[in-house]
């Protein structure tokens, strides 16, 4: 290692930067991680974590509801948010101790503070500067919010895993994966939460019949969804916000809360001084290899903006550590990455949506839409939407969608048959486990006529 302090030197304590540091730990090279906020990360420190922890916490309203149609009478019942938070973060504490102590078992050097790059192999940290033959950026990115009059009224995911206690109303603004997540979560704990978005529904680029069904069911739940609004602007007033659409309507609220999306966190790195090319939104380009423009910088997970979601930081970042380190050259395969949307009912979605299938080829599309047997008691009025999207020529099923209770820990299970490319055929060889709401996903015989003929024309 002439000449170097380091085999690898990271920038970014997250899931990514860690799973990489780890591996190449693993396999004998010299490491240093660097963090300016706290080691772990925005998956487990403020996002996909905490987020769970909350929708678990406020899941208990619907069991309890349920349990009626079982013969259940349970008293007075209310939810502490506090407890709930307190809980929650005495959690993230935990796991953030024991991602310190997996770094440390790894040795792994741990180095406090903001790196700046300086040269192709220099980085700067503090007073230090640090000689790393390799250099890894999985510095992650942050809530981007639009330059609006009186946005500095509102909280992000950030804020709004805090809060300590709850308003009585709240207005979301946004419609991809944090709005929906929060909508769920705050509708689910009392708040009267209004979701405004500015195109025509929910999760852009989810299936059409996913985005439709969940905004149902959403609403179902109380759920205020309002499409093509644009907030022109947000004052506070004496009962808490005014906000004024692009319409000229006022909407009077407790809370604003923005989920408008994430952007890139490289600002102030010293990325271009070194001659690291960034995408008009601040995005690392980087090749298949997470190989930036200059040969010893390499860069994964959300700080190159592709698919910004944690297994995938975590896999690009074993990747890295596998090509350098253990002679084990592997590209990161961004193809059919499922991902699931924690919203209440949940989605879980693997592959190409109906429309993006058509695009491509003439497809059969199977969908069914049923009342889950534990609302035949409970009375709940709450459908589950199965959906697979199937290649006409080659019967390869292209996507599986599904919106209803354990919908990601069922799609999970599919995502291998996606994957690997079974046919329909192959996958209705599987025999049904019954009763189940996954069965039907082995059990949908006929495409649905409407859809056929319109892949078909
Ligand atoms: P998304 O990119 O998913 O959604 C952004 C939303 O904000 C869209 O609905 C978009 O509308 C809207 N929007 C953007 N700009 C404006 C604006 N100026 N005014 C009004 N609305 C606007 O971002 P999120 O913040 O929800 O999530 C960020 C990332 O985090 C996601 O890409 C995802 O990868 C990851 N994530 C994953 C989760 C999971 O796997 N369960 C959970 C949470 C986050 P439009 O549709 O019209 O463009």
Not at 101 to 115: N, P, Y
Not at 380 to 395: F, I, W
Not at 419 to 447: S, Y
Request: hydrophobic fraction near 45%; proline fraction near 4%; charged fraction near 25%.
């Amino acid at each position: 290692m002439t000449g170097f302090d380091f085999d690898l030197f990271t920038i970014g304590a997250g899931s990514g930067g860690v799973a990489a540091s780890r591996r190449a730990a693993a396999y004998g090279a010299k490491v240093a991680i660097a963090e300016g906020r706290r080691v772990a990360g925005t998956c487990v420190l403020r996002g996909c974590v905490p987020k769970k922890l909350l929708v678990y916490g406020v899941h208990f309203a619907d069991e309890i509801e349920d349990a009626a149609g079982y013969g259940w009478t349970i008293g007075p019942s209310s939810l502490d948010w506090a407890k709930l938070v307190a809980a929650k973060d005495r959690e993230i504490d935990r796991l953030h101790g024991i991602y310190v102590k997996m770094l440390q078992d790894s040795g792994v050097t741990i180095l406090d503070g903001w790196a700046q790059i300086v040269g192709p192999n220099e980085v700067r940290i503090g007073e230090r500067t640090i000689r790393a033959r390799h250099i890894l950026i999985a510095s992650g990115g942050r809530p981007e919010k639009p330059a609006i009059r009186g946005i500095e009224n509102t909280i992000s995911s950030d804020e709004a895993l805090d809060l300590k206690t709850l308003p009585r109303r709240m207005v979301i603004v946004g419609g991809g994966y944090i709005a929906v997540e929060f909508a769920g979560i705050f509708n689910a704990g009392g708040v009267e939460v209004t979701e405004l978005i500015r195109a025509d529904r929910i999760l852009r680029g989810f299936d059409g019949d996913i985005r439709s069904h969940l905004t149902t069911e959403m609403s179902k739940r109380g759920v205020a969804i309002r499409a093509g609004v644009q907030v022109a602007a947000i004052e506070k007033s004496a009962a808490g916000y005014r906000l004024a659409t692009e319409a000229g309507e006022i909407i009077e609220t407790d809370l604003v809360m923005y989920a408008t999306g994430r952007v890139p966190n490289t600002a102030g790195m010293g990325l271009e001084r070194v001659g690291v090319t960034l995408n008009k939104r601040g995005a690392i380009a980087v090749d298949e290899w997470q190989q930036t423009t200059v040969p010893s910088i390499f860069a994964v997970g959300d700080c190159t903006d592709r698919v910004n979601l944690t297994p995938v930081a975590i896999a690009e970042g074993r990747a890295v550590a596998e090509t350098l380190f253990n002679h084990n050259p592997i590209r990161m395969d961004h193809h059919n990455v499922p991902s699931a949307v924690f919203s209440q009912p949940p989605v879980g979605s693997v592959g190409l949506s109906e429309e993006a299938a058509n695009a491509i080829a003439p497809c059969d599309v199977y969908r069914a839409v049923f009342r889950p047997m534990k609302h035949t008691l409970s009375g709940r009025d709450e459908k589950t939407m199965m959906k697979l999207v199937v290649d006409r020529a080659s019967g390869t099923v292209l996507g599986a969608h599904m919106v209803g209770t354990d919908a990601p820990e069922i799609v999970q299970g599919l995502a291998i048959g996606v994957k690997a490319g079974l046919t329909k055929a192959q996958w209705d060889r599987a025999v049904a486990i019954h009763p189940t709401a996954a069965e039907e996903f082995v059990l949908m015989r006929e495409p649905v006529k409407q859809s056929a003929a319109k892949a078909a024309e």
